[in-house]
């Protein structure tokens, strides 16, 4: 069965400074996508960044950046030049085998400090 | 990519009412998800909806407590019915469009 965790229930970060957040993942699937998603305070999920398993280059989207280690299992998204506008709720999430549902993980709250 | 206009924002009903949640994608979509976020938790999967057959329940739901309507491929509402406190949570619909998933605003529900 599929499952997200993510580890590190919140973190902070300078503003300007960067921050990594971690999720590790179980699937049986060889071929399937990752996902980071951020929800607000106005409780929008919001996609930040996708990553197709069976591709090796790591996702880019603007400051927003993943580390993808398909081995270990591991799916973890940097943030450079963090911004108040990026303080919210960052999930984790897999589509579960032979499916389009989505599983989360618990979910991380991110603090942006001025 | 598409866009999901979700509707009540929010409400604050009476225990033992029901709430039609509506949620319109600017897109025709195959499958539709309903999902529950309860307060200070992550996103957990109610069921999905396919246009022209019955909804499938993730275990721990029922279509008695939320049935679901998908009559068309741009439009489903989820019912919670006979609430209680317990179903205080934000609601959420989603699709999957393009390049990912598309999320309504969410409804924030209030039982008193």
Do not use: H
Not at chain 1, 72 to 88: M, N, P
Request: overall charge neutral.
């Amino acid at each position: 069965a599929q499952t997200v965790t993510q580890s590190q229930p919140e973190m902070s970060v300078q503003e300007a400074e960067t921050v990594t957040l971690s999720c590790t993942y179980d699937t049986s699937e060889s071929d399937y996508y990752l996902f980071w998603y951020k929800q607000p305070p106005s409780r929008q999920m919001i996609l930040v960044i996708r990553q197709e398993a069976y591709k090796q280059q790591n996702a880019t989207e603007n400051r927003f950046s993943v580390n993808f280690q398909k081995a270990a299992k591991s799916f973890s998204l940097k943030i450079s030049d963090s911004q108040l506008g990026d303080a919210a709720m960052y999930f984790c999430a897999l589509p579960k085998g032979g499916s389009e549902k989505l599983v989360f993980g618990k979910g991380m709250k991110l603090t942006v400090n001025p | 990519s598409a866009v999901i206009s979700q509707k009540p924002s929010r409400d604050i009903c009476q225990r033992g009412t029901s709430l039609t949640i509506q949620c319109q994608v600017d897109s025709q979509v195959t499958m539709m998800f309903w999902y529950r976020q309860q307060p200070g938790q992550s996103l957990t999967l109610i069921a999905t909806a396919n246009q022209g057959s019955e909804a499938t329940y993730e275990s721990g739901f029922v279509i008695d407590k939320f049935p679901i309507s998908r009559p068309n491929l741009t439009f489903s509402t989820l019912t919670v019915s006979n609430m209680s406190p317990e179903d205080s949570s934000i609601y959420l619909c989603s699709a999957m469009t393009g390049y990912g998933y598309t999320f309504g605003s969410g409804t924030r529900l209030t039982v008193v």
